[in-house]
């Protein structure tokens, strides 16, 4: 599957290692300093609650941690290139709330209701309008959440989610879903994207229209 | 009723609420067909009971300490319960573990066989 880093051999590795020198080259030195010094101050304040208590020597030890994870166990760079916007992540986490609570009553009632009427399901296939790996991570990992769906498989590189949606009753339930799945999308990056990110969700949905298979 | 009595009425309606939906997906984990519909069981009404229990935990002991605990717990239910969910459907789809009877549209199978085609 696209998306996939198969261990190849050495040659794979070397080619993927170069791609990292190059990029790493490109990013201006200030922001990865940015970057680093917001992993070390979460990954204090995670190990502060930990311990359950914000003393200095938890504060210093959390640091000693938190230099020790980043040198030992460094991950690709996933570069924060958006803005908070707090008005529009207040407005996303209330959604979430809701819909969480929707969802899983839904799921609920689907798992309680009597008599033993089939289950009908779907995989839907939804391409994401802003294609960077951070925003498909993190549609991805709300999406398993949120609105009665699931995800069985992520296209990296044609920046498809496949989602499972659970009781479906017709053909509006799937348009229903993928529309859902989308404004999603949409929400999450009014509350963290980049000016030009927003661009492309708020811009008329002509890409929407190209998705793989369709409606059924 | 005093302050505390409505409190304790709300840790008493979290706590129940949060077992009900605890338990609700378990039977769905029951009754569900195959893997993909049980994983949407374990997801979705599981992290939202134990997001109830944990708030009400926080009510009921109210100190600064543990509610950090508590927050933390929450927003790492909510942060690994859907990559494993993730994990666990994918490797269900690629073993054939899925229910094909009780799918009305796969347009992941419909991608595959598009994609193998021009081999």
């Known amino acids: ?110 798992a309680v209701r009597p008599g033993r009427s089939r289950l009908r399901n779907a995989i839907i296939a939804v391409r994401l309008r802003v294609r960077t790996d951070l925003n498909l991570a993190l549609t991805a990992e709300v999406l398993s959440l949120v609105p009665g769906t699931l995800i069985v498989e992520a296209d990296r590189a044609a920046g498809t989610l496949y989602v499972h949606v659970l009781d479906v009753r017709g053909a509006e339930d799937l348009t229903r879903s993928r529309d859902r799945v989308l404004a999603l999308e949409a929400r999450l990056v009014r509350s963290v994207g980049s000016d030009a990110e927003l661009r492309m969700v708020s811009a008329p949905t002509t890409t929407t229209t190209t998705e793989p298979g369709g409606s059924p | 009723m005093t302050g505390g009595d409505v409190l304790d009425v709300l840790v008493g309606v979290c706590l129940v609420l949060g077992g009900l939906l605890s338990l609700v997906a378990g039977i769905g984990l029951v009754r569900f067909p195959d893997v993909l519909s049980r994983t949407h069981a374990a997801t979705k009404p599981q992290v939202l009971g134990v997001l109830l229990i944990l708030l009400a935990l926080a009510v009921s002991m109210r100190n600064g300490a543990d509610l950090a605990t508590l927050v ?48």
């Not at chain 1, 304040?45 to 938890?58: H, P």
């Not at chain 2, 573990?97 to 799918?103: G, K, P, T």
């Open chain 2, 72 to 119: 933390l717990i929450g927003g790492f239910q909510l942060g690994t319960a859907p990559l494993a969910a993730q994990m666990i459907g994918r490797a269900a789809y690629r073993t054939g573990r899925v229910h094909q009877e009780s799918l009305v549209v796969d347009e992941l199978a419909e991608h595959k066989a598009g994609a193998d085609r021009p081999d």
């Open chain 1, 1 to 110: 599957m696209t998306g996939d880093v198969r261990p190849d051999g050495p040659a794979v590795s070397r080619r993927v290692g170069a791609g990292w020198r190059a990029l790493r080259r490109r990013l201006p030195q200030r922001r990865r300093w940015r970057d680093h010094l917001f992993t070390v101050g979460w990954l204090v304040a995670v190990w502060s609650l930990l311990w359950g208590e914000f003393t200095w020597g938890n504060l210093l030890g959390g640091a000693v941690v938190a230099v020790v994870i980043l040198v030992f166990l460094p991950l690709p760079r996933v570069t924060f290139g958006g803005r908070l916007r707090p008005l529009a992540l207040a407005e996303f986490v209330g959604r979430f709330v809701a819909e969480l609570v929707v969802a899983s009553v839904h799921v609920g009632w689907v």
